[in-house]
């Protein structure tokens, strides 16, 4: 049972090394553990940092692209380097090394195929009385979409069996953590939360320059991962609320014909069809935007089937070039 821990880098210099001397060498029941950093396009010298350090796989991007696209890089290269847990974990020493063995255990025990760490928010002093708020409503609205009980969407802290990896598919650019619980929740994958420590506060968050620029991008990213896996609910009550107001003027016409004023009513009649039209409009719109949802599900089926050849070749491929070293001497 091998195990690589990831950490997505963003001129992480300064704080690095002391988030790498806080991670585990020994896990019972992972036989390997091997660390692996993403460095996002850092100007400073977190590359160097890391190697000094130790680190076994660097993922290198020229230009910074994001933090969703970070981990999914990660990802990618846990998985081509024969991962069978992947733990994500922040460059700030945000989360304490030792819960990494907590976050591992459900998964090695066969409860869940993703773990989320659920910070003790309350208590976490670095964080505003509104910024605490603001991360209960955030992780309730998640638990709505999703249909899961994760206190703590927005925790990075995350552990993830080969089986969830492969399944992946972050799309937007912001990030990857409420856009995952919605798709975890919506198909299906085993997925749970369990407590952990955090540390104090070595640098401000990088994520987001303001609050209300954070809710925005949370909300959009909560309501485009809704939308991708239940457009048909969706579109449905979106439906509703023309249809409901068209009924309602079409009756009032009737009832007007039999009072004997329907000549003086006609725009209503013409109120009435025009947004019933718009609500049949919505609800066949609702039905393509359901059937291509479908056809995600396949694709991402055959995605993750894909993947997992891809990634068991090049592991074979790897191996067989270690063994072949040798006697090449």
């Known amino acids: 049972m091998k195990l690589i821990i990831q950490i997505p880098c ?68 846990c998985l081509r380097n024969g991962a069978d847990i992947i733990v994500n974990t922040d460059a700030d020493n945000q989360y304490c090394g030792e819960d990494i063995e907590t976050i591992v255990r459900p ?67 912001y990030t990857y953590t409420l856009e995952q619980i919605v798709q975890a929740g919506r198909t299906n994958i085993a997925i749970m939360s369990v407590p952990i420590r955090t540390n104090g506060e070595l640098r401000p968050s990088r994520l987001f320059h303001s609050m209300f620029g954070y809710i925005k991008k949370s909300m959009l990213t909560i309501f485009r991962a809704y939308l991708m896996y239940k457009p048909m609910r969706f579109f449905l009550a979106l439906g509703v609320v023309p249809f409901v107001i068209g009924f309602a003027i079409g009756v009032r016409y009737i009832v007007f014909i039999f009072m004997g004023r329907a000549t003086g009513n006609i725009q209503s009649l013409i109120l009435c069809s025009l947004l019933i039209m718009i609500a049949v409009m ?3 719109l609702g039905m393509m935007a359901d059937v291509i949802s479908a056809n995600r599900k396949i694709s991402q089926e055959v995605q993750a089937r894909t993947r997992d050849i891809d990634y068991r070749l090049a592991w074979i491929e790897k191996n067989m ?5 040798p006697s090449e001497k």
């Open 10 to 77: 963003y001129n992480e210099a300064e704080t690095l090394e002391i988030a790498l001397n806080d991670l585990p060498k020994h896990i019972d029941g992972i036989d390997e553990i091997e660390y692996l950093i993403i460095n996002d396009g850092s100007k400073d010298n977190t590359v160097e940092v890391a190697k000094n350090w130790g680190v076994h796989y660097v993922v290198n991007f020229k230009k910074n692209k994001g933090l969703a696209k970070g981990f999914m890089a990660g990802i990618d290269a």
């Open 282 to 284: 919505i609800w066949v």
């Open 321 to 325: 070039k270690k063994d072949s070293e």
């Open 107 to 173: 998964i090695l025990e066969g409860k869940a195929d993703i773990v989320i760490g659920a910070r003790p928010i309350d208590q976490t002093e670095h964080f505003s009385w509104l910024k605490k708020k603001l991360q209960h409503l955030g992780s309730w609205v998640v638990r709505r979409a999703s249909k899961t009980d994760i206190p703590d969407a927005p925790s990075g802290f995350r552990a993830y069996s080969r089986e969830a990896a492969l399944q992946l598919n972050i799309v937007n650019e």
